[in-house]
């Protein structure tokens, strides 16, 4: 079985806008506002839970010219960020499986 | 209970208060804070009775539509009568976009101290007051999101403690327990009558250990979101109050500012202002240049 953050999933019933190429999270539930520098927000576009953390870091290291293994450890560590803050769908959001 | 003595009408952002006090004390207490706003005796759109508490000698502030507030001193009873006003002219304001700030004018461009309470609002705009800034608010930001316009809420100037520095308090400063309030009459400076284009935007920080203020630069987003968290009345507003936000951020020019020494941040205040005020997102504010949402 995938875990979530295996797989990240942002989440979709939150409040979001791109200012400028940083994204703007607004959580109604959590009564929070976020906003993600151009690297996470990069990696939150991308967290639309088919693509891998490999995957995502293969994209982001292409895309900022960086080597694969800190394009690996940044997008582990964003997307454990964006796990602690609530913005990716975890395991009690999930549906349950037969 | 001693007959209504006289009535205290205030017209604030195009609201007629209306505000009957028990005895000349109380309305003294209330002019003080609020004498720049008396006007219109019309129909009035609030209306207030405050009384005192026989038993306690505390006060009651009463409104049709809730229940009485009970201050126990004179400073908890504006405290009080202020939150429950300022809640209310949101609600008959939905238009505005009201904002938890400071406000000053510069020649005619209107400037936010945004922060958190604490974070030195006041008492940074009371040394502004001393170097040419015209008074708006120290607490109350209401902006009009169609013409990037702030409205002044010229209340008494609020501060917590005595300020540092070469800025003493007037004779005719009110203490209370909790607050020191400086009636705008006393401000050494002239006090906003009409809205002015909102120009600039401070994000405040205290840091009193640190050797000299600093403004750092901040990117739209981070502005969009810093406003956002201290937005009053967000969910009046399109996309729950972040696309104002957003709309604000990316035309007014916006800055953190860690003040320190009160002098010398407000040296770099104006030194700001005067460099931003050439930058051209803010000339076409000043100009009225600000599209629709």
């Known amino acids: 079985m995938n875990e979530p953050l295996d797989h990240p999933k942002r989440r979709v019933d939150v409040n979001v806008r791109m200012v400028d190429g940083e994204v703007v999270v607004l959580d109604r539930q959590s009564d929070l506002i976020h906003q993600l520098n151009h690297t996470a927000s990069y990696i939150w576009g991308r967290c639309d839970g088919q693509s891998t953390v490999a995957e995502i870091a293969n994209q982001l290291a292409a895309a900022f010219q960086v080597d694969a293994d800190t394009a690996v450890q940044d997008v582990a560590t964003t997307i454990r960020q964006l796990h602690s803050i609530g913005l990716l769908e975890s395991l009690r959001n999930l549906p349950e499986g037969p | 209970m001693s007959l209504m003595l006289d009535t205290l009408s205030l017209l604030v952002l195009g609201c007629h208060v209306r505000v009957q006090c028990q005895d000349a004390e109380i309305r003294a207490l209330l002019v003080a804070n609020y004498g720049h706003m008396q006007g219109s005796r019309g129909q009035a759109t609030l209306q207030y009775t405050v009384a005192r508490q026989a038993r306690s000698g505390g006060f009651l502030v009463s409104r049709a539509g809730r229940e009485p507030l009970s201050a126990a001193d004179p400073g908890m009873l504006l405290f009080l009568f202020e939150k429950d006003m300022t809640v209310e002219l949101e609600k008959l304001r939905p238009d505005l976009y009201f904002v938890h700030a400071a406000v000053l004018a510069l020649e005619h461009a209107a400037v936010m101290l945004v922060g958190e309470s604490g974070s030195g609002k006041s008492t940074t705009t009371w040394a502004l007051l001393h170097h040419g800034c015209r008074y708006f608010s120290d607490e109350l930001g209401p902006l009009d999101l169609q013409t990037g316009e702030v409205y002044p809420y010229p209340h008494a100037l609020c501060l917590k403690d005595v300020p540092p520095g070469p800025y003493p308090l007037p004779k005719n400063t009110l203490y209370t327990a ?116």
């Not at chain 2, 320190?260 to 030194?271: G, N």
């Not at chain 2, 050439?278 to 600000?290: N, S, V, Y």
């Open chain 2, 178 to 293: 909790r607050t020191l309030h400086i009636p705008t009459a006393a401000l050494p400076s002239t006090v906003g009558e009409g809205p002015a284009p909102l120009a600039a935007i401070f994000f405040l920080q205290y840091r009193p250990e640190a050797a000299a203020p600093v403004v750092e630069p901040l990117s739209k987003a981070e502005a969009a979101a810093r406003l956002f968290a201290n937005a009053l009345n967000p969910l009046a507003h399109a996309g729950d109050g972040l696309d104002g936000a957003i709309m604000v951020s990316a035309r007014v020019a916006s800055v953190k500012l860690f003040s320190a020494d009160l002098m010398a941040t407000c040296a770099l205040v104006r030194a700001t202002l005067k460099r931003l005020f050439w930058h051209e997102e803010t000339k076409r504010c000043l100009q009225g240049q600000w599209p629709h949402p």
